[in-house]
């Protein structure tokens, strides 16, 4: 019998991103307080990556993600992502997610959530010991109406 998943908290924050008198927004988890470029820069030093590190999270205004709350519970609009059964969590420090982007899978049933098969489509590697991140079903969707709320007010 297996022990049962570690169950974490997630949140997403919503910060300036670039230079410029009018910034970009950018949109960054956090798993119990931890940003996950922080996590996924950590575990890339620690495996012995090439190039470790230069995520950032989600440029909200550079990326057609479409229903945010959708997206990020993995129904994604987007066909290129719905075709793939992924979501992209985080992306470039350039502000593209089709340059470096951490990809994960959005798994979902009557309790929990869970980000899964962690990859990067840019470069080959093994992310098999990073997660999964398990969180229960009503933080997570709170979690997400509340940065929904933020990205739709502002």
Known sequence: MSAPPLIRKVRFDVRPWGD?????????????????????SGFEHAAGHGVPGAYAGIVLDHFAFGDLTAYLTGRPDSTHWAKRGVIALLGCTCGEVGCRSLEARVLIDDDLVTWRGFARPDRPGDYGSFGPFTFRRGQYERAVREVAAVISGS
């Open 20 to 40: 410029g008198p009018d910034p970009a927004r950018e949109l960054v988890p956090y798993i119990d307080k931890v940003s996950l470029v922080d996590l996924v």
